[in-house]
């Protein structure tokens, strides 16, 4: 086929129906020589310079035939700048095509590439096929963590995966901090596929000291995919050489592939390490080293460098409490002493678990979320699961979120097999389904399959230690009905709590926090005018009101486009285009303000779907 060009350009436009994140748009057309056959889906995926997803969309022909121009509109909740962008074209759900390009610095300005087969790219292919589905992935742009370039992450480790006949070990060496996270969370879960029972950490110290067993390092060497091993600085006594030998020896013989460990360290420990053990130095090459140092831009980041202890072995490193980001959310009072009161509780009985006085040993934690809309719920849960992980009390802490749309299916058994695939994917975390009182709004109907998925969650409902917990959010009221639909729901869930409307302050405090976040300024008379529009409309707010939704929408699409609108169409000045692309004036909140009264009476109809479709 003759050259498939690919163009791109920043956009408004207006008639995208677009969700509530949604606030910058890339216009993507792809152009091919002649009408392509056989094509039932065409698929864009749009990555940063750092291979971190920014937006994506799909197309679908209504007819046999594929049109030669086809457009897609992603969706950002970022600016699309003038960086480099990597873009995947799938056909038919598989990668086909990729090009990288940097938009035009102007609206509405085309920039055209010509499209690669993917293939041609065996580096970029091992990314889309084997790294960007991953969880672990996302460790790569930790704030906290200054790790090599993620195109060099990615060619060392395509290299590696291609290698044969080589030393399957690594070794990290450079910032101690940046090695060990780097170690743990990028090379370990891709070799476990991020599963930590597979893992093990110790550190070289250990096993000079006694501490670490030869026994004990043995057994692990049987039962493990990945070991993470520290090297520090040592004093390298006759016995000490010795000992790092043997396992040197044991480690870079030929048939030697399961478990691969990982080494990590300053330069300068494992110099000394390789000066004083050629066994363990020879596993070595370019191939199968990377080398991390940390920003000089970065704050220093405080931690404790002694030792791996037992305890900390399977979380080596500390994250961030979530009391702390539930406690730092607008309003919720006595929701936050609700959770707080039964985080205590959970604790309070794994402690005696743990110390055999309750021997019972039910582990459910399952939860209702009762409130109107925009409330915070979906957040809150995503806290849940990270709470309960910190505490020990899930494996993982993820949260899938679903709804009645995803779980039920159009024939007899495929609600059933949702409703598992979705709880078997919630294992280790938590399984949030939003309006969850849709299930039986079908009534008597005998086509409507909702009910099934309550009997397929009733199953793991009953489990004592299912490793999961699952929380069912809605209105109040039609939440009641749910459980009476059903005699063995309600006393599955232990845990209820009330989310409260938000005050009108607590509403003027979530818009000006959003604001803030996208470094936009307020004029006072703007400011004025957007808090007597809140209050106005938290006076006269109905049963179907979005508080915190609400705000999102009047943000991103009242303020930030009429303001889009304003600037976009006067002439741009040479000088103070910071000011002018930061600061919302009154005249942006009133045209707001009245394309809010223009759709208040309007039908509300379900957003068209926008996105990627796995």
Known sequence: MENIILRAMRTFDESVCAPEYARNQLAIEIIFPEAPVFINELAVRVYSEDYQLIGADVYSPSSRKTPR????????D??????????FVFQNGLPKWTVSLSPSPSYEVWKKEKLDELESHPDKKFFIERLCPTDWWQNMYSEQFHFPSAEKVIGKLYSYSEAEGVCPHLLVTGN??????????????????????????FSLGELVSGNLQWSELTEHIRQKQVIVMNVPQLEYSASTVNLLSMLGDILSKEDFSRPVFIFHGTEE???????????????????????ISLSTEMPPITFNDTEFQPALRETPFAEFSAEEELQQMVGLKQLKEDIQEARMMSLFLKERRELNLDLCGDSRYHMLFLGNPGTGKTTVAR?????????????????????????????????????????????????????AYTLIEGGSDTKDYGKEVINALLTVLSEPNPDMIVILAGYEDKMKKLLKSNPGLKDRFPLRFHFEDYTADELSEIAHRILKSRNFVLTPEANLRLNSLIEKEARQRDEYFGNGRWVHNLIEHGLIKSMARRVMSGPCPETAQLQLFSTIEACDVEEAEAKLLRTADLKITPPCRIGFRA
Do not use: P
């Open 69 to 76: 121009k086809v457009r897609f509109i992603v969706l950002s």
């Open 78 to 87: 970022t600016f699309w700048d003038e960086n480099l962008y990597h873009i």
């Open 176 to 201: 101690n901090l940046m090695t060990k996270a780097f170690s743990c969370f990028i090379l370990a879960a891709y070799l476990t596929g991020n599963d930590k029972s597979e893992q093990a950490v």
């Open 269 to 291: 420990h494992v110099n000394q390490l390789f000066q004083e053990c050629e066994s363990i130095a020879g596993m070595f090459a370019e191939y199968n080293t990377f080398r």
């Open 383 to 435: 806290l849940v699961g990270k709470m309960y992980h910190q505490m020990g009390l899930l494996s993982k802490g993820h949260t899938v979120e679903t709804c009645r749309t995803n779980l039920v299916g159009e024939y007899l058994g495929h609600t059933e097999k949702n409703t598992k695939e979705a709880i078997e994917e919630a294992r280790g975390g938590v399984l949030f389904i939003d309006e």
